[in-house]
């Protein structure tokens, strides 16, 4: 082989049929983004973040437990969710009560916006009863279902926590009726 050209039986090749590339060229064609910059791949890309974002969302709300953040996952905080989701609780009614609350500071009388904010002192405190009572029911259920020995620790207060919340806006959504409490 003689600079690119074969040199054999008889008959000599004519090159390499393309001229040779700049050093420009070849450099350029070296060069290429760590990181798809296009609009397309950014777009499919958010696209698919959108799409797992929702099925997780989704799958959150459902109670599937693949999909729940650490403080949810597991049998006995199953069991508190659905022991919670299934009773009639005071701690719902704590925000609508706040709002009347507010609504009665716009009474120009004194009377009613006293005796409000007394009535909602001692409606905390009921809920905080009520929250208590919950809460201790909840861990002795449990402790009966599970054993004493292998109970989570901060079963009640999540419990309590979550009986404060409206019904719907609880997460993971509640996945009993009320009066369906578990066995």
Partial sequence: MLNGEVVGDGAAASGKGRPTPSRAEREAARKRPLVANTKEAKARARAELREKQDRARIGMANGEERYLPLRDKGPQ?????????????????????????????FI?????????????????????????????????????????????????????????????????KPQVKRGQYPV
């Fill in 77 to 105: 905080k199953r069991f508190a969710r659905d022991y919670t989701d299934a009773g009639w609780h005071l701690g719902e009614f704590l925000m609508p009560a706040m709002i009347l609350v507010i609504i009665a500071t």
């Fill in 108 to 172: 120009p009388l004194q009377f009613f916006q006293y005796w409000s904010f007394v009535a909602l002192w001692i409606f905390i405190f009921v809920v905080v009863g009520d929250m208590i009572i919950l809460s201790t029911t909840v861990k002795r259920k449990a402790a009966a279902k599970f054993g004493k020995d292998k109970l989570e620790r901060g079963l009640g207060w999540y419990s309590a926590m979550r009986s404060v919340q409206m019904r719907f806006m609880r997460l993971p």
